[in-house]
């Protein structure tokens, strides 16, 4: 497999290749533009200076004089008339010379061979050791004329400068393949835990840090990556806790059915025992009956693909109906009812929101003793409208009331039990008043009673 580290390191160093070469181009098109006419003409500037030198003090041996200039570290190649040519300091490794050229620096010409030397596209002909590659300058001693040709001699001018340049090349080869192997394995570690963490969470496995603290891209990803791991998490627990919570929510009532059944059975029991434990039978599985429908509405609602079906209707009738179908329930337990219904125009789901009425006034229903009462208001505020349901039952503690919208979430299980109660309906009420864009919120006291406010837009 072709790693990710792989692939960068060689991806890096290819473009540090492609990026030498173009450099090195580039250069050679600056060296044959600029350096080498400025090269050539310091260079004859040279040689005419050695010339003029001589040419004021005319007495001097030439050989003596040009041995000692080339100790200057030029090479210098003296041609008389008759062609005899004789080497001062390092000898040329190419004598090869045109004889038109040779003659016409005789002639007193000046021969611009730096200049006018095709060493083709690179910078490397200026170190080509050629005659050709040199200035030829005329000169004249005692009455005979001569052509000196002049070049400095690359290799003791800059030789210092060549090794510099060669070990400075070669630790910045050197240091940069250390650093971009040693850097891509940075680069590509967070990706690797990145990976492996990937595969621990499809293990199902969701502990363990990432510890990646990077501010950059990646660092981003493992931040985004670790908060998708808590909500997987926070999910899964979710989902063992419900699936935890419908099982035993099924088990208690199917356990009364059961062993009621199972007495049934026996034939010595009175006909008025046999009637009671079908009637306890019956509320069991119309218990078991109600959750499931109200799990298929919350199952329906936390899907909340199905679009609110709002339509136009008067708040007011409907929570007047919604008492009317409960009447049977608080006329039971002989409980006022106190209403202050303005009629009420709202755009809303009709079957949805008869079921918020339904279950906050058959809860305050149930958590009342006999004689108690309840208040059902509807205020407009600015653009929504509020409606206050409050109760003189038995209250919720403090510690409990944060909790009493979370699914399965009963305040006394034991008391709960006699009611029928399964911890859902708050939950469904809390998420149908927020599908509506409004929200939910509770003040209450124990023993002296509870009030709901939920508000919503009306339009
Ligand atoms: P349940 O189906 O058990 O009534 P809910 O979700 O409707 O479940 O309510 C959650 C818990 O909140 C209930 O168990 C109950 O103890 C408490 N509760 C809800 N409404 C009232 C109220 N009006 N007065 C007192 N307690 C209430």
Redesign the pocket.
């Known amino acids: 497999m072709k790693t990710l580290y792989f692939r960068i390191v060689v991806q890096t160093i290819l473009i540090m290749v492609l990026a030498s070469v173009i450099a090195f181009l580039l250069s050679n098109v600056y060296y044959h533009q600029v350096l080498k006419p400025y090269n050539g003409e310091k260079i004859s500037k040279v040689a005419r200076e050695i010339v003029s030198l001589y040419e004021e003090n005319p007495n001097q041996d030439i050989d003596a004089y040009l041995n000692h200039v080339s100790g200057l570290h030029y090479q210098l190649y003296l041609i008389n008339e008759q062609g005899k040519a004789t080497s001062y300091g390092k000898p040329f490794h190419q004598t090869d010379l045109d004889g038109d050229t040779v003659s016409d620096v005789l002639n007193g010409k000046v021969y611009e061979g730096i200049e006018t030397y095709n060493n083709g596209l690179f910078i490397t002909g200026f170190f080509e050791d050629a005659l050709e590659n040199s200035i030829g300058v005329p000169l004249n001693v005692d009455g005979e004329k001569y052509a000196l040709f002049v070049r400095p001699d690359i290799e003791k001018q800059f030789g210092e400068i060549r090794f510099f340049l060669a070990v400075l090349l070669v630790l910045m080869i050197l240091l940069s393949f250390f650093f971009i192997i040693f850097n891509t394995r940075f680069l590509v570690k967070p990706i690797t835990k990145l990976t492996e963490a990937t595969k621990r969470i499809a293990d199902g496995d969701y502990s363990g840090e990432l510890n990646v603290t990077r501010g950059d891209e990646i660092g981003d990803l493992a931040k985004h990556f670790s908060k998708m791991t808590q909500s997987i998490q926070r999910l899964e627990d979710m989902r063992q806790e419900f699936v935890s919570n419908v099982s035993h929510e099924i088990q208690s009532p199917l356990a009364s059915i059961q062993g009621f059944s199972q007495t049934l059975q026996s034939e010595e029991l009175t006909k008025e025992k046999r009637k009671e434990y079908l009637s306890i039978i019956e509320k069991e599985s119309r218990r078991m009956s109600a959750m499931s429908k109200?799990l298929l509405i919350l199952a329906s609602l936390d899907k909340g693909d199905d679009p609110l079906q709002r339509t136009s209707f008067d708040l007011a009738q409907q929570i007047r109906q919604v008492l009317f179908m409960l009447e049977w329930s608080w006329r039971e337990k002989d409980m006022v009812i106190e209403m202050d219904l303005p009629s009420t125009m709202i755009s809303a789901d009709e079957k949805l929101l008869i079921q918020v009425w339904t279950?906050?006034i058959?809860?305050?229903i149930?958590?009342?003793e006999s004689g108690g009462s309840i208040i059902i208001r509807i205020k407009k505020i600015g653009r929504m409208v509020e409606v206050i349901?409050k109760?003189t039952?038995?209250?919720?503690a403090d510690e409990?009331l944060p909790?009493?919208?979370?699914?399965?979430?009963?305040?006394?299980?034991m008391?709960?039990r006699s009611?029928?109660?399964?911890?859902?309906?708050?939950?469904?009420?809390k998420k149908t008043v927020e599908l509506h864009g409004g929200t939910i919120a509770?003040q209450?006291e124990l023993g002296e009673?509870?009030t709901?406010y939920v508000r919503l837009p009306l339009m």
């Open positions: 109200q279950n906050l058959t809860n305050s149930k958590y009342s349901i109760d039952g038995m209250g919720i409990e909790h009493i919208f979370e699914r399965f979430y009963k305040v006394d299980k008391r709960n009611e029928n109660g399964s911890g859902i309906g708050l939950s469904i009420t509770v209450s009673g509870s709901f």
